[in-house]
C-alpha cells in the first residue's frame, strides 16, 4: 500500500484518501471517544518485529498522548507473556538468553526442551552444530523425532503435554542421585526446601508412567547435564509457563543460571522480548509501572507529570476483552486476526469496535475490518535498533528508500501526538528517538544509557544493561547476583496437570504442532502420522484427512512419519498465505502453536459432528 484508506461508514469500502484527510479522522474520532468514555477507551497494539524506536515511542504515545493503560505487542500477550513472568519471578527481570551465543557452541552439555534447532534461526544454529562438532552431549526433550532428535545423543520422547511433569522428574532424580549442587543453591537461591517439598511426588516410576520416557534414560539426561563443566537447559519461549518454571528449576538446582557459560534461556524468534517500554505492566528500561522512583524518572524525561502515566495494566482478559472493553484499537505492524488463537472471537470483538486504526505495509486481514489505513515503511525501509536473542543491541540500516506516499511509524507517531496536542518533543528520526530510549531507560534492568548510534557502529552491537558510556555491555547477567533485591534466585514450585485436553475413546490422538523451516510450509498443511497408524486407519501418504477435535477441524493432507509416536499426529506451525487457510488453533493458553489436543483423524468424505472451526479461511469462514 502506498496511500491511505479510509472507510467513511460501516459497511462502506476502504477508499483512497490524503495523509491530512486520514490522521485528521484519526485524531478527531479519537478525541471524541476519550471525552465521551475515558481515556482507557482506547487500546494500543504492537508488533514483536518493531524497532526498539518504534516500540519505545508506540509504549510513550499510549501512555502521553492517549493516557491509556491498555497497551500490548505481539511477544507481550500470552504465553510469551506468561513466560516473560516466569522469568521474572526468579531472575527479578526478563532475560530470555543467559550469555553471547557462542556459549552455546562451547557447552559440554544442552537439554533443549521443544524445539528443533533445524528449523531455529541461523546463528542459534549455527552454535548448536559447532557444540556438536566440538562432542558435546545433546538432549532433546520432544514428542516429535525432529532432525535435532535424531542427531541427539539422547532423545527423550514424552507424551504431548508432559514436559514439566519431566522436568520435576528429572529434578526429583537429581536430588536423590546427589548431583543437585548444595553449595549453590545455599549461596545463591531461595524457596529450595519448598520445592523439593513438592516435587517429592514425581518419583521416577510415576514419572516415566505419566510421560512414557524411561527412567533408565531421566537418569541419563541428569548425569549428562550434571557432568558438564559448562551445561545450558533451553526451551522455547512460546512454551506454556508451567514448562519454562519447571525447567528453570532444575537448571537452578543443578547451578547453571549465572555461572558463566552456562544457565537457562528461552529461545525465542523476535530477540529478547522486552518491548523496550510497550508492555503494559513495564516502563522503559523494564521497570515495574508501579515504581513510583521509575514513573518520576520516564516522567522526567517525557517532560509529563508522573499523574499522568497510567497506573495499572489492563485487565487480565486481555487487551479487547472483559467488560470495559476498549471502544478504538490502534494497530502497528501486527495482523491480529490471521495471528489470533480464536480467530472468530478476535473478529467480533474488532468489528464491535467504534474505531480501528491499522498501521502496516500491506493490506492484511486485520487491515480490512478497519475503518482507517495507513501505509507505514517495512523493514527494509527504515533505520533504527533491535535487541537481539542475547540482549545485544544492534544497529539494523535502511536498505532501500519507502516508496512515494510512505511514512514510517515513528512520523505516523509524531503527527498523531501533534494532532492530540500530546505535551513533550516527538520525533521522526530514529536515533533522536534512540537517544531518548537511553535517558528513560536509565537505572532499569534493560539501562541503556551508556549506547549511541556511534556505538554502536564502532562495537558492532552492546549488550544490556549498559549505564554509562565508559561501561563495557553486560553479555553475561547474573554472574554475581541476580537482578532480585536480596541478589538470589527464586525457585517456585509447579505442579502439572498434563495436558489440557487428554485423549479418550471419542478423541484417541495426541495433536501437536511444531516450527518447520523457512519455505517449508505447504498448501494445504500436512498432517503427519505414524505409519503403523495410517495402515490401521486406512489412511495412505497423500490422502486428504481431516483432524476433529473438541475445539474444531482441519484438513490436510496426510504425510508418514515414523518419527512419531504412534498415538500422535502433527501438523505445522502457522501456514497461510492470501486467500488460503490459516490456523485458528482455539487453545485453552491462546496460542495456534507448541500445544496439545485430543484428535481423531479420518479420511475427507466421512460426515463431521463437530461444528465449531478450529481453523478458518478470511473473514472467519471454515477453511480447507
Not at 485487565?315 to 491480529?336: E, N
Request: aromatic fraction near 6%.
Amino acid at each position: 500500500m502506498t496511500t491511505p484508506l479510509l472507510r467513511v461508514h460501516p459497511g462502506a469500502p476502504l477508499e483512497p484518501v490524503s495523509w491530512d484527510s486520514a490522521l485528521a479522522v484519526v485524531a478527531a474520532r479519537l478525541r471524541v471517544l476519550r471525552e465521551a468514555h475515558g481515556d482507557g477507551t482506547v487500546a494500543v497494539f504492537g508488533g514483536c518485529g518493531m524497532t526498539n524506536e518504534k516500540a519505545y515511542q508506540l509504549g510513550k504515545f499510549a501512555r502521553v498522548a492517549l493516557r491509556t493503560p491498555r497497551l500490548a505487542f505481539g511477544d507481550g500477550t500470552g504465553v510469551p507473556a506468561r513466560t516473560a513472568a516466569a522469568l521474572t519471578r526468579a531472575f527479578g527481570v526478563d532475560r530470555a538468553f543467559p550469555g553471547p551465543l557462542p556459549d552455546v557452541g562451547e557447552a559440554d552439555a544442552l537439554l533443549l526442551v521443544g524445539g528443533d534447532a533445524e528449523a531455529a534461526a541461523p546463528p542459534f544454529l549455527r552454535q548448536v552444530r559447532r557444540m556438536r562438532e566440538g562432542g558435546a552431549a545433546l538432549i532433546v526433550v520432544d514428542p516429535r523425532r525432529t532432525e535435532s532428535a535424531r542427531a541427539a545423543d539422547l532423545h527423550l520422547q514424552i507424551t504431548p503435554g508432559t514436559e514439566p511433569v519431566l522436568a520435576n522428574g528429572l529434578l526429583f532424580l537429581a536430588i536423590a542421585d546427589g548431583l543437585a549442587d548444595g553449595g549453590y543453591i545455599a549461596a545463591r537461591t531461595t524457596g529450595f526446601d519448598r520445592l523439593r517439598t513438592a516435587v517429592g511426588g514425581y518419583w521416577p516410576e510415576r514419572v516415566e508412567r505419566l510421560t512414557g520416557v524411561p527412567v533408565a534414560r531421566m537418569r541419563e539426561a541428569v548425569r549428562l547435564l550434571a557432568a558438564g563443566r559448562r551445561s545450558l537447559v533451553l526451551t522455547e519461549r512460546d512454551r506454556a509457563a508451567d514448562t519454562v518454571a519447571a525447567y528453570l528449576n532444575l537448571a537452578l538446582a543443578l547451578g547453571l543460571p549465572g555461572t558463566a557459560g552456562s544457565g537457562f534461556g528461552c529461545v525465542t524468534d523476535p530477540g529478547d522480548g522486552r518491548g523496550h517500554g510497550q508492555k503494559a505492566a513495564r516502563l522503559p528500561g523494564d521497570r515495574p509501572l508501579d515504581d513510583p522512583a521509575a514513573r518520576a524518572h520516564v516522567a522526567r524525561v517525557w517532560g509529563v507529570d508522573p499523574a499522568v502515566l497510567p497506573t495499572a495494566p489492563p485487565p487480565a482478559d486481555g487487551l479487547l476483552g472483559g467488560r470495559d472493553a476498549p471502544r478504538a484499537l490502534l494497530v502497528f505492524g501486527s495482523d491480529q486476526v490471521a495471528a489470533a488463537a480464536r480467530a472468530g472471537v478476535v473478529e467480533q470483538r474488532l468489528n464491535a469496535l467504534d474505531l480501528l486504526v491499522v498501521a502496516d505495509h500491506e493490506l492484511s486481514e486485520t487491515a480490512l475490518r478497519a475503518d482507517v489505513v495507513l501505509p507505514v515503511a517495512r523493514w527494509a525501509e527504515e533505520s533504527g535498533t533491535t535487541t537481539s536473542l542475547e540482549g545485544r543491541v544492534l544497529r539494523r540500516r535502511r536498505a532501500v528508500p519507502p516508496p512515494q506516499g510512505v511514512r514510517t511509524d515513528l512520523a505516523v507517531l509524531r503527527d498523531l501526538a501533534g494532532r492530540l496536542a500530546a505535551p513533550g518533543r516527538w520525533s521522526a528520526e530514529p536515533e533522536e528517538v534512540f537517544g531518548e530510549l537511553a535517558r528513560a531507560s536509565a537505572g532499569g534492568p534493560a539501562d541503556c544509557a551508556g549506547v549511541s548510534y556511534a556505538r554502536l557502529d564502532a562495537e558492532d552491537g552492546v549488550c544490556l544493561p549498559c549505564p554509562s558510556a565508559e561501561h563495557p555491555g553486560t553479555p553475561r547477567p547474573f554472574l554475581d547476583r541476580f537482578a532480585t533485591r536480596d541478589g538470589l534466585a527464586r525457585f517456585v514450585a509447579v505442579d502439572p496437570v498434563g495436558p489440557a485436553e487428554d485423549v479418550d475413546a471419542r478423541y484417541p490422538l495426541y495433536l501437536t504442532t511444531g516450527r518447520v523451516a523457512a519455505g517449508a510450509q505447504e498448501e494445504p498443511p500436512f498432517v503427519e502420522l505414524h505409519p503403523d497408524l495410517g495402515e490401521r486407519l486406512g489412511i495412505g501418504p497423500g490422502a486428504m484427512v481431516r483432524v476433529s477435535g473438541r475445539r474444531g477441524v482441519a484438513i490436510g493432507r496426510a504425510r508418514y512419519s515414523a518419527a512419531l509416536r504412534e498415538d500422535t499426529v502433527a501438523m505445522p506451525a502457522p501456514w497461510g498465505g492470501e486467500g488460503t487457510a490459516r490456523p485458528r488453533a482455539a487453545a485453552a493458553a491462546g496460542v495456534p502453536w507448541s500445544v496439545v489436543w485430543a484428535v481423531r483423524i479420518e479420511p475427507v468424505g466421512l460426515p463431521d459432528p463437530v461444528a465449531p472451526a478450529m481453523f478458518e479461511g478470511p473473514g472467519g469462514a471454515p477453511g480447507a
